[in-house]
């Protein structure tokens, strides 16, 4: 293989998977002002939802548990600090979950993939 690649959050979500949860937070957020630290957290609410309903939509076709997606996007995926990070590529599955599935989610816009240059 001529590069390796790796899996890093994507931003922003280019498509609009609203969910009645996702759009009550949106819903609640004041309009035209900077953000505060409440904001910030609904925002968080927002991603989690999203994440949420992309996982179920992945575990359906993939029969990898939601909770397994889940938890690959929040550990895997965003540092201690918060921060995106990036998830190394294998063969047939990365940090412990399959490829098939990261594809999904990178059709879901949710993570994506960069090509690296082997040294």
Same mark, same amino acid.
């Given at each position: 293989?001529?590069? =390796?690649? #790796?899996? &890093? ?5 280019? !498509? ?5 949860? *996702? ?9 035209? !002002? ?8 609904? $925002? +968080?609410?927002?991603? !989690? =939802?999203v %994440? +949420? &309903?992309?996982? #179920? #939509? ?10 397994? /997606?889940?938890?690959?996007?929040? @550990?895997?995926? %965003?540092?201690?600090?918060?921060? +995106? ?8 599955? *990365?940090q412990? $979950? *399959?490829?098939?599935? /990261? @594809?999904?989610?990178?059709? #879901?816009? $949710? ?9």
């Amino acid at each position: 293989m001529p590069g =390796a690649g #790796a899996w &890093t959050p994507w931003r922003p979500v280019k !498509r609009d998977p609203m969910t009645p949860e *996702s759009q009550g937070v949106i819903d609640r957020l004041p309009p035209h !002002r900077p953000l505060n630290p409440e904001d910030e957290g609904k $925002l +968080r609410q927002l991603g !989690r =939802a999203v %994440i +949420r &309903t992309e996982a #179920a #939509a992945v575990a359906a076709q993939t029969g990898v548990k939601e909770r397994t /997606i889940r938890d690959w996007c929040e @550990h895997e995926l %965003i540092t201690e600090q918060g921060n +995106r990070g990036q998830v190394l590529m294998g063969a047939q599955e *990365s940090q412990g $979950l *399959s490829n098939d599935a /990261i @594809h999904l989610l990178q059709n #879901a816009y $949710l993570v994506r993939a960069e090509k690296r240059l082997e040294l």
